[in-house]
């Protein structure tokens, strides 16, 4: 260890130097705040849409302490869960009008989904947010995602409308009459082309 108060001369300027350098990062890292259990992160989410419903699952694994208010134009989100035992809080205003009543949310060990049901069954919504704003936390949910407005409830399936189809079109009966489909003529084109020299 450096003495200063004996220092004189260049190697002793750059010693003082040096030790205030110190001082002053060990000044700055025991004055740093530390994290606060306050402290709030959003949850992770996914949703999809439904013509009757909407549902947002938050992915939050091991939750505690889990609140979610239903409010006609918002929702509010709130536990406390994660590997890191993390507080989490979401607030969203949504694309259309809900029935909180009728809204219910349901806790499992990974995530907690939340069940809104729409004010106004059958319409689409676009996007679960009454603003545009890419939100980094919210993503859509293809893995459950339909496009339920195409659906009709005596809807088949792709296969069963692919073979439902091809049944129909019957045997070669059913083709119609083309001019000289059966005309077994010699065609000009079929003449023997003379060989190139």
């Avoid at 001369?9 to 025991?30: D, E, F, H, M, N």
């Avoid at 306050?38 to 091991?62: G, L, N, S």
Wanted: hydrophobic share 30%.
């Amino acid at each position: 260890m450096i003495n200063v108060a004996n220092c004189s001369g260049t190697g002793c300027s750059v010693a003082i130097a040096i030790t205030q350098l110190i001082g002053r990062a060990c000044a700055r890292k025991c004055t740093k705040k530390p994290k606060l259990d306050t402290e709030m992160q959003p949850a992770t989410a996914k949703w999809y849409d439904r013509r009757d419903h909407v549902f947002i699952e938050f992915c939050v694994e091991d939750s505690k302490d889990v609140q979610v208010k239903f409010e006609k134009s918002k929702l509010s989100f709130g536990c406390r869960g994660g590997t890191d035992n993390l507080k989490h809080q979401n607030e969203i205003d949504l694309f259309e009008v809900i029935d909180p009543n009728e809204s219910k949310h349901k806790r499992t060990d990974r995530s907690v989904l939340c069940c809104l049901r729409k004010a106004e069954p059958g319409k689409s919504w676009p996007r679960l947010t009454k603003e545009k704003a890419k939100l980094n936390w919210l993503s859509v949910d293809f893995n459950n995602w339909k496009d339920w407005e195409d659906d009709s409830d005596e809807e088949l399936s792709s296969f069963d409308r692919f073979s439902e189809m091809m049944n129909n079109m019957g045997g070669d009966d059913d083709l119609p009459e083309v001019d000289g489909a059966e005309d077994d003529s010699a065609d000009s084109d079929d003449e023997k082309m003379p060989d190139l020299e």
